[in-house]
């Protein structure tokens, strides 16, 4: 358990599959991620998609460039694992 969970400090737009875009698709991917004490993502893993294997490719690309201001446990920063939904829209 951690005092504060982390937060996003910066992301980058995600590249819309161009298949995806011409059919109009649209979709989420719900990553886990492990943000390291410095705020990086170590690693993202796809735990859900829609439709399925569609944006998962560019999502996990596109979540390893972001930013975090990470967890804190007593005060200090920690590794930790979190989720994040990244919807897929033409919005």
């Known amino acids: 358990e951690t005092d504060s969970k982390p937060r996003v ?3 980058s ?6 298949d995806a875009m011409k059919k109009r698709i649209k ?6 991620l492990l943000i ?4 990086s993502v170590e690693a993202a893993q796809v ?3 829609s439709p399925s ?6 999502a996990v690309n596109g979540v390893r460039n ?7 446990y007593k005060g200090n920063p920690v590794k930790v694992w979190a989720k994040q939904k990244i919807r897929f ?3």
């Not at 737009?13 to 161009?18: G, L, R, S, T």
């Not at 390291?36 to 705020?39: P, R, S, V, W, Y």
């Open 13 to 18: 737009p995600m590249e819309y599959p161009d």
């Open 27 to 32: 979709g989420y991917v719900i990553v886990n």
């Open 36 to 39: 390291a004490a410095d705020g």
């Open 89 to 91: 829209d033409f919005n």
């Open 9 to 11: 400090a910066s992301r």
């Open 66 to 72: 972001w930013r975090f201001i990470p967890a804190k």
């Open 53 to 58: 294997g569609v944006f998962d490719a560019v």
């Open 47 to 49: 735990l859900e998609s």
